[in-house]
């Protein structure tokens, strides 16, 4: 599967612990995008990155939240000390080039559950 | 700031009904419009996409007309399936290196046979 890859699918949380979220870009592509979807709401961004950098963080919250997208392996999406509010779908998405006519490829998500 | 209106839902029709969706938009300058689907369960799939003014995006008998005179790029289908049942959702993306994508609410469709 060349598509953009995103695990877990399903993760479950107790308010106060750590949630990372993952993802692999598909093949080629540079720039990553996180966007997060309440219930009954459209996708709003959080954060873009290209290898090393974060290029964009103006949709993220100033605390708890941090993303990550190294040289090597998956961009990782870090929530600390999680609260009932952070459940939600997360998504992934990819491009191949900064341009803002190119489409992004989306992940199926993870669906964050905090208890 | 950028934003994108689109109608609410849900919409219900009958298997081979004609569909619209409206999405209008507000943005400086030219952004680039997109339509994207999503099924229960899975990420969005983009549809169609239009990058300039009277461009017309088509995919899977689906069409948008980006039409810079009224901000609006509605999404149309002729003939709907029961298989079409999915959410909806209209996208913008400013005329920047690298800018992210600004997303309607999303509007659920649901096609009964």
């Known amino acids: 599967n060349a598509g953009v890859m995103q695990n877990p699918r399903h993760l479950v949380r107790r308010r106060g612990q750590e949630a990372r979220l993952r993802c692999s870009p598909m093949k080629g592509h540079s720039h990553v995008y996180w966007y997060r979807q309440l219930p009954e709401e459209g996708l709003k961004f959080m954060v873009y990155l290209q290898k090393e950098n974060i290029i964009d963080e103006s949709g993220m919250p100033k605390e708890r939240f941090s993303a990550e997208f190294p040289k090597e392996g998956p961009s990782i999406l870090r929530i600390q000390q999680v609260v009932r509010g952070d459940s939600a779908a997360y998504f992934c998405?990819?491009?191949?080039?900064?341009?803002?006519?190119?489409?992004?490829?989306f992940g199926d998500g993870t669906r964050l559950s905090i208890l | 700031g950028n934003s994108v209106t689109q109608m609410e839902g849900p919409v219900t029709l009958s298997e081979e009904a004609f569909l619209t969706i409206n999405c209008t938009y507000t943005?400086?300058?030219?952004?680039?419009l997109f339509w994207y689907v999503q099924y229960p369960g899975e990420g969005l799939q983009l549809l169609l996409k239009a990058t300039k003014a009277d461009d017309k995006g088509s995919n899977k008998g689906f069409e948008a007309t980006y039409r810079k005179e009224t901000t609006s790029f509605h999404l149309e289908k002729g003939s709907v399936q029961v298989s079409d049942s999915a959410v909806y959702f209209c996208a913008l993306s400013a005329n920047q290196a690298g800018t992210a994508l600004i997303f309607g609410k999303g509007t659920t469709l649901s096609v009964s046979s």
């Open positions: 943005a400086t300058g030219y952004p680039s």
């Open positions: 998405a990819s491009s191949n080039r900064e341009t803002s006519n190119q489409p992004q490829h």
